[in-house]
C-alpha cells in the first residue's frame, strides 16, 4: 500500500529547534514536498526535495534520503507563528498530484 | 498577479443533493488540481486538469467529476452528497512540469457541511 507517516504533534518552546520526520512508501516517487497550513487556511509550500540532501531556505530546511524513503523538515528560531500543522507531501510525478501526510501539529510555547 | 481563488467559502447541502464549487487558477497556470481534506487529515488528491482535460484521479467514486474552461478555471462537482463528503475542498494551481521545484499555489477552500 501506499503511505506518509509523520508524527501527529510536537511541543517546542520559542527559539527551540523543531525536526518532523516523515517516511514514505509509495507507488511514484519523484521528490518529497513540505507545506504548512495554519487553521482554516491554505497550504503554503516549504520547501522540496528532488534530490538526496539537504534544502535550506531561511529559518526552515529540508532534507531527503531516497534509499531510506525517508525526510524531515527542520524548524529553527521557533516563533509563535510557526504554530501550524505541517505536512509531508510525496510528488509521485513532475505533475503534482500530491500525496499528503496526515500532518503534525506543532505548538509553540511562550 | 492574483492567487487561487475558491467560491464559495463555506457551504451547507442535504444529503443526496448536488453541489457545484469554483476554482480560478493563478494567473497562467493551466493544471488544476483538486483535493478533499477531512478534518485533522491531511489533503487527499481528488483529479486533476491540464488544458481542459482529466490529467490523473485519485481514489474517489465517479460521482465526483470535474470541469476546467478555456481560462483554465475549475469545477467540482459532487452528486448525491453522502455525510462523509463533509470537508474542506481545496484546489491548487500550477504550470506543468515547474511546479515541484516551486510548489503549488492552493487556495483558501471551500468548507462542505453535509446534513
Known amino acids: 500500500g501506499q503511505s506518509l507517516e509523520q508524527p501527529s504533534e510536537v511541543t517546542a518552546v520559542e527559539g527551540a529547534i523543531v525536526q518532523i520526520n516523515c517516511t514514505y512508501q509509495?507507488?511514484?516517487?519523484?521528490?518529497l514536498s513540505w507545506y504548512q497550513q495554519h487553521d482554516g487556511g491554505a497550504p503554503t509550500f516549504l520547501s522540496y526535495n528532488g534530490l538526496d540532501g539537504l534544502e535550506e531556505t531561511g529559518r526552515f530546511s529540508s532534507f531527503l534520503s531516497r534509499s531510506d524513503s525517508y525526510g524531515y523538515l527542520l524548524l529553527q528560531e521557533l516563533q509563535m507563528k510557526d504554530s501550524a500543522s505541517y505536512f509531508c507531501a510525496v510528488n509521485p510525478d513532475s505533475w503534482g498530484k500530491l500525496q499528503f501526510g496526515a500532518g503534525t501539529q506543532v505548538v509553540v510555547t511562550p | 498577479e492574483t492567487g487561487v481563488t475558491q467560491s464559495p467559502t463555506h457551504l451547507i447541502k442535504t444529503r443526496g443533493q448536488q453541489v457545484t464549487l469554483r476554482c480560478s487558477s493563478q494567473s497562467g497556470h493551466n493544471t488544476v488540481s483538486w483535493y478533499q481534506q477531512a478534518l485533522g487529515q491531511g489533503p487527499q488528491f481528488i483529479f486533476q486538469?491540464?488544458?481542459?482535460?482529466?490529467?490523473g484521479r485519485g481514489n474517489f467514486p465517479p460521482r465526483f467529476s470535474g470541469l476546467q474552461f478555456p481560462n483554465y478555471s475549475s469545477e467540482l462537482n459532487v452528486n448525491a452528497l453522502e455525510l462523509d463528503d463533509s470537508a474542506l475542498y481545496l484546489c491548487?494551481?500550477?504550470?506543468?512540469?515547474?511546479?515541484?521545484?516551486?510548489?503549488?499555489?492552493f487556495g483558501s477552500g471551500t468548507r462542505l457541511t453535509v446534513v
Open positions: 491548487a494551481s500550477s504550470l506543468p512540469l515547474t511546479g515541484a521545484d516551486y510548489g503549488y499555489t
Open positions: 509509495t507507488s511514484g516517487f519523484y521528490g
Open positions: 486538469y491540464y488544458r481542459e482535460e482529466e490529467n
